[in-house]
């Protein structure tokens, strides 16, 4: 709870500081002794190991972001209020699971659409922003994205090894300050492997917050149509 708080105190903090209107302490000095780093999930919702996580999440005090599958919202609704209840930044991973690299503009704008709508008449209005599947989507299409788009800078290829001990190592050893981990709720493997992650991480002063709040702690201004790989000011 304590974290939430001063993590509250923190982004409210760079609001002000945004306004001109404080000369205290700015936040970039309240976060230099912290070190942030997101955890990202794709692929889900899926019961049974998304629910898992949360869990987890929940008792270690530990924010993430989950970039969900539009088709696979209904079905798993009061996992979808339970990311939100529980302090989670909620993402659009496309209806499908498209591949947008080579997609044309109808559908781009169909597969991202979709989802915005259950996700809007689930949970209300609000930015959800975007990872295209593979984290690309084709040149020039930018423009049809209305939200801030995040690839990540640490891919232990969890879905390929399901090796919950290899996922560990593969994150740990690449893991800095900033970074953005890309991890898939969908295997036990890796909610097994992200939970530890978080206890290990914590352990050597990591900090675990939505992508939203990592960028707005680094004094970033996320646009729509750009592509976030990491939190780096
Ligand atoms: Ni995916």
């Known amino acids: 709870m304590e ?10 903090l760079i609001s002000l500081t945004a306004c001109g209107t404080t000369p205290v302490a700015g936040p970039a000095e309240m976060a ?3 070190k942030y780093v997101a955890l990202t999930f794709d692929d889900g919702p899926r019961k049974g190991t998304t629910d898992r996580l949360l869990n987890g999440l929940r008792d270690r005090d530990a924010s993430a972001t989950f970039f969900l599958v539009g088709e696979q919202i209904e079905a798993n609704q009061e996992l979808v209020a339970r ?4 302090g989670h930044q909620i993402g659009n991973h496309t209806w499908s699971h498209q591949r947008l690299a080579d997609a044309s503009p109808a559908l781009i704008s169909q597969e991202v659409g979709r989802t915005e709508e259950i996700l809007e008449s689930l949970l209300g209005g609000g930015e959800y922003w975007l990872r295209p599947p593979y984290g690309l989507v084709s040149p020039g ?3 049809l994205i209305t939200v801030p788009m995040v690839k990540w800078s ?8 399901r090796d919950t001990e290899k996922v560990v190592q593969a994150v740990l050893q690449n893991v ?14 890796s909610v097994d492997a992200a939970l530890r992650i978080v206890d290990v991480l914590a352990e050597k002063g990591y900090w675990f917050v939505t992508v939203k709040e990592l960028l707005l702690l680094n004094g970033i201004d996320p646009q729509a149509g750009a592509m976030y790989r990491n939190g780096n000011p």
């Open 83 to 86: 990311m939100r209840d529980e």
């Open 154 to 161: 640490v891919d232990p290829r969890d879905w390929e090894s």
């Open 3 to 12: 974290k939430r708080i001063l993590l509250f105190l923190s982004l409210s």
């Open 141 to 143: 299409s930018e423009d």
């Open 176 to 189: 800095q300050p900033n970074s953005i981990i890309l991890l898939h709720d969908i295997y036990p493997t």
């Open 32 to 34: 230099e002794d912290i």
